[in-house]
């Protein structure tokens, strides 16, 4: 209801200041006006300036004649914004004094943008004194804040920021517990942050779990989880698991999956080089000379040493050893190791050998 609320006033604010149809928008912002009217007036003054900070914080809004607007309406933090837009001095009067009596009266949102508001000022003071309160409220960003900012109750606002389900807190508790080795507390931790969708929380519960081969499952499990909320590295680890077979079957099908996931989703130069290489082995020629040229464009060194074989060779393409020197000295640049071309080099290989030519 709110965003509609928002909506309507955003075209309404746009509108009036045109030029076309004038007489015709006039009428029609009064509907739309009457609307709104009816629209505040249902929902009681705590509830509004709620969700006015909510909106605010979640879209970034920068509508100078819709911050004016519930600037008007005593929204604060619309004020606040007003002023980083215009500079106007009575916009930030007016917005610290507004929430400044929206903290006192119970809104967290309120404190915790004046803590954000005083930290960015470096007055320590002030941040804590309004974190504080925010997380008296039950405020979970507020707790996180707070914990990094007042370095005596560090833990204990950390933990109730957890309680609280913020998910960085959850992780950064248990990274703490597993740089101690404390594996217990770590997994406890890391395993709520995970639930709670943070993807580095479930990505450093898996490495836990890939120290004891018996929680060999537990570990797939939280790499394949990790690797669908987008962390490139846990696509990689998986599919090298699968790939090489270790601590499980080896299974080429599933390690292409997570190659192929790296590459298409999170343009990973090295899951498209690994993804060419596996079509390759499967004959599919078309689809592994894509996924070389994406890895190679992405500048994974082992995706640009594999085109430079194939034009070596002759293999899928007619023998081209200029393209052949090109794509090898691209791999050198890209980080291809020193030893893996004086292997090539003893194996054969004169272009591997000695200085790069262009």
């Known amino acids: ?163 609280l389900e913020y998910p960085k807190a959850c992780f950064d508790l248990g990274a703490l517990h597993y740089k101690k080795n404390d594996y217990i507390n770590a997994e406890k931790f890391l395993g709520k942050s995970c639930n709670l969708k943070y993807t580095k929380g479930c990505y450093l519960l898996a490495k836990i779990y890939l120290k004891d081969s018996k929680n060999i499952d537990k570990a797939l499990n939280y790499l394949d989880k990790s690797c669908y909320l987008d962390i490139e590295n846990a696509c990689l680890y998986i599919g090298y698991i699968y790939y090489s077979g270790k601590g499980v079957k080896k299974d080429k099908i599933k390690a292409l999956k997570y190659f192929k996931y790296a590459c298409d989703n999170l343009n990973s130069g090295k899951g498209c080089s690994l993804s060419g290489i596996i079509f390759y082995g499967k004959k599919q020629s078309i689809n592994s000379i894509c996924y070389l040229k994406k890895g190679c464009d992405l500048k994974d060194g082992s995706g640009c040493l594999s085109l430079s074989l194939l034009f070596m060779k002759g293999e899928i393409f007619n023998k081209n050893p200029n393209k052949a020197i090109y794509y090898l000295n691209l791999a050198k640049d890209y980080g291809v190791r020193n030893d893996i071309m004086q292997y090539l080099c003893k194996a054969g290989l004169k272009e591997a050998c000695g200085k790069k030519k262009r």
């Open 1 to 163: 209801m709110f965003r509609i609320f928002i909506l309507f006033l955003a075209i309404l604010l746009t509108f009036s200041c045109g030029e076309v149809s004038k007489s015709k928008i006039i009428k029609k912002s009064e509907i739309v006006k009457e609307d709104i009217k009816i629209n505040y007036m249902s929902i009681d003054k705590k509830t509004f300036i709620q969700k006015c900070n909510d909106y605010l914080i979640e879209t970034k809004e920068s509508n100078n004649y819709l911050l004016n607007y519930l600037c008007k309406q005593e929204c604060g933090y619309s004020c606040l914004k007003a002023f980083r837009i215009t500079d106007n001095q009575q916009f930030l009067k007016k917005g610290l004094f507004l929430l400044s009596n929206e903290c006192k009266n119970g809104i967290a949102t309120s404190c915790l943008i004046l803590g954000d508001y005083y930290s960015k000022l470096d007055n320590k003071d002030k941040a804590i004194e309004y974190y504080s309160k925010g997380c008296d409220l039950n405020n979970s960003v507020s707790c996180y804040k707070l914990a990094y900012i007042d370095k005596k109750s560090s833990l204990n606002h950390l933990l109730k920021a957890c309680e």
